[in-house]
């Protein structure tokens, strides 16, 4: 079991890195979020300083990117904002993904509870994603843990439709019905025979929802309902009211 495991492993890896384009983009993802990580090292500036004098100035040696309309350093701001809009962009695309893959399995394994799901997903989807989630923003207050879990709300029923669909087509094949026959519990053969073979689109909907989530999240700042206006993120603009340090 450990052999196999490991061979699909690296056979999943072998296949991911076979399109160049993958291995680059997979290559400036990972120089995006080192530096961003390191942006209480790197960053030339205090991201919250504003010095009156450098109001909109150009870039230069002492403004890499330029200064903003409240004279902070748009460098610094941009390395700091990484660190907030990649957590919630990860941490919108993992609590989505389990709750999503919570509904999707039970909804297409168990037959009498397919209906009653399916209905609130898609009642669920026929809602834009913005106005979605400013309910439970606005009811949670803003905050960076708020954003995430509203919108791992609205980005669940999307990862819980494939699920669905999937198992739906898995359950009824010969090796899952060989599984079954020889006694495999119902959790085993959900968890080892239905996950396993569709964890590809569930992963390629994750990538999507990552995006998602920092785009929705910048709109939902916009809108002064998103995280701390304090905090920088790749969504700030100039309007936001900057913090007095």
Not at 111 to 137: C, E, G, T
Request: aromatic share 8%; glycine share 6%; proline share 5%.
């Amino acid at each position: 079991m450990i052999a196999d495991s490991t061979a699909d492993t690296a056979c999943f890896w072998e296949l991911l890195f076979a399109r160049r384009n993958v291995l680059v983009a997979l290559i400036l993802f990972l120089v995006i979020a080192v530096l961003c990580l390191l942006a209480p090292l790197i960053a030339p500036a205090d991201p919250f300083k504003m010095a009156e004098r450098a109001r909109l100035a150009e870039p230069g040696a002492l403004y890499w990117l330029g200064a903003d309309a409240f004279s902070r350093d748009v460098a610094s701001r941009l390395l700091y904002a990484g660190q907030a809009s990649l957590t919630i962009g990860l941490g919108v695309a993992t609590i989505s993904s389990v709750i999503g893959i919570a509904i999707g399995l039970v909804a297409g394994f168990f037959r009498r509870l397919d209906a009653p799901m399916s209905r609130l997903i898609d009642a669920m989807m026929a809602f834009p994603d913005i106005l979605l989630a400013i309910a439970p923003v606005s009811i949670l207050s803003g905050s960076m843990v708020n954003v995430m879990i509203a919108l791992s709300i609205v980005y669940a029923p999307r990862i819980a439709r494939i699920v669905r669909a999937s198992t739906l087509v898995i359950r009824k094949l010969p090796y899952v019905e060989a599984a079954r026959a020889l006694g495999s519990s119902t959790w085993a053969i959900m968890t080892t025979h239905v996950l396993r073979n569709i964890m590809s689109p569930i992963i390629v909907q994750a990538t999507f929802i990552f995006a998602y989530a920092m785009l929705a999240e910048a709109g939902l700042s916009f809108l002064s309902v998103g995280v701390n206006p304090a905090t920088p993120t790749w969504g700030d603009h100039d309007q936001r009211r900057p913090s007095i340090h």
